[in-house]
């Protein structure tokens, strides 16, 4: 891609100087320490490493689900560092779209009522429409009356 180009779009993802530091019982935790990253709109990255090694803490600050103790974190053009609780929480709506390792689907909904519980927590009318149309996109449409128990974990 030519250089000029990429560098007119805007950033998607904006890491400065990022810590994370969590207290324990024998002291300060620096778990994230003098993260930079910078991820434009339309690029792919991979987050990789060993076990422990701040993976899920740097993802979970970049979904504003998780506080950085120290640095700038910017998604979209928009600091985290001037947002509240419920703006963050809009943002992550709007914009940010998280699979976690224990899901957390509610045991007795059908799929199709898992998929759309977060879109009516949107004021969304449609939103089983569209959870009908996300099963379909991922080949589930054959299963969207069974229930979190009857489905496949992978």
């Known amino acids: 891609m030519d250089h000029t180009l990429k560098q007119r779009r805007n950033s998607a993802i904006a890491l400065e100087d990022l810590h994370v530091t969590l207290p324990s019982r024998a ?17 792919a990255i991979a987050v990789v490493g060993p ?4 993976k899920s ?7 504003g689900l998780e506080r950085a103790t120290s640095g700038r974190v910017q998604v979209l053009d928009t600091d985290y560092a001037g947002l509240d ?14 699979v976690f ?13 898992n998929v ?14 569209l959870g009908r149309a996300a099963l ?4 589930l449409s054959h299963r969207e009356a069974h229930f979190p128990g009857q489905l496949s974990v992978g």
């Open 57 to 63: 803490t740097l993802l979970m600050v970049i979904a």
């Open 85 to 98: 609780e419920d703006s963050l929480a809009r943002l992550r709506a709007a914009n940010i779209g998280i």
């Open 136 to 139: 379909a996109e991922v080949g």
């Open 51 to 54: 076990s422990g090694s701040g």
């Open 27 to 43: 002291g300060p935790v620096a778990i994230l320490r003098g993260i930079d990253l910078n991820v434009q709109t339309g690029d």
């Open 101 to 113: 390792q224990s899901f957390h689907l509610v045991p007795t909904m059908t799929a199709l009522e």
């Open 116 to 129: 759309a519980l977060p879109l009516e927590f949107l004021d969304l009318d449609d939103a089983f429409d």
